[in-house]
């Protein structure tokens, strides 16, 4: 019979070696973990499921007009910005002073160019300068940020002369399709998630641009 010891037994080399290495892997494995959490409540941190895992993605980088647009910190600035914003993406050069900014109460606004209730927002007017509905708020809305573009196309194209050879309504009619275009363009730089459609209408009542809400 083989003799029987009644001592403990003593595990082989292998495992014991096997052992130690899960035991430190375990221990480098929670180490790691409460710089992961801190990653993850990580400020702007963006995360996404990829095969039952969450891991951080990367955030969208700002277009090239967005960055040039920025956030200014005055409806003075923001006008200055787009403005020449309007001039690059137009091609037409900027010769003088940028027009005249007048915010005023819907309704005046209305009764100026319209003569009672309208969808008039905002309005261009040769001469004046523009017009714009006080409730806008082109430094927080993208859309209304666009309707403020769209009117300083008017101005630049008036100061380029463009199609300055053809009759009023004409003139007016080709100037509005530009602008409706660049207003699209202007949206898509900026990541706006919409686009805004030209009206058609034919010929102008008078020499003002007027922007209608689309109904």
Request: aromatic residues 6%; neutral net charge.
């Amino acid at each position: 019979m083989r003799p029987t010891s009644k001592g403990p037994r003593r595990r082989p080399a292998t495992v014991r070696w096997w052992l130690a290495r899960t035991t430190v892997g375990l221990a480098l494995t929670f180490s790691v973990l409460p710089i992961a959490a801190a990653d993850a409540d990580a400020p702007g941190a963006k995360r996404s499921t990829v095969y039952g895992a969450s891991v951080q993605t990367a955030l969208p980088q700002p277009s090239a007009l967005e960055l040039r647009i920025g956030r200014p910190e005055s409806l003075d600035e923001l006008v200055n910005r787009l403005w020449l914003a309007a001039a690059d993406l137009s091609g037409h050069a900027v010769h003088n002073e940028r027009p005249q900014i007048t915010r005023m109460a819907l309704a005046d606004l209305h009764r100026k160019l319209c003569g009672g209730p309208c969808a008039v927002r905002a309005a261009y007017v040769p001469g004046e300068g523009l017009y714009l509905d006080e409730t806008l708020r082109p430094d927080l809305n993208a859309y209304h940020q666009s309707i403020l573009f769209h009117e300083l196309v008017h101005h630049v194209q008036e100061e380029a002369r463009l199609h300055a050879e053809l009759d009023e309504c004409n003139r007016w009619r080709l100037r509005e399709m530009e602008a409706y275009q660049l207003q699209n363009q202007f949206l898509s730089g900026i990541g706006a998630r919409t686009h805004v459609m030209d009206p058609g209408i034919p010929c102008a009542a008078g020499t003002a641009h007027a922007y209608q809400e689309q109904r």
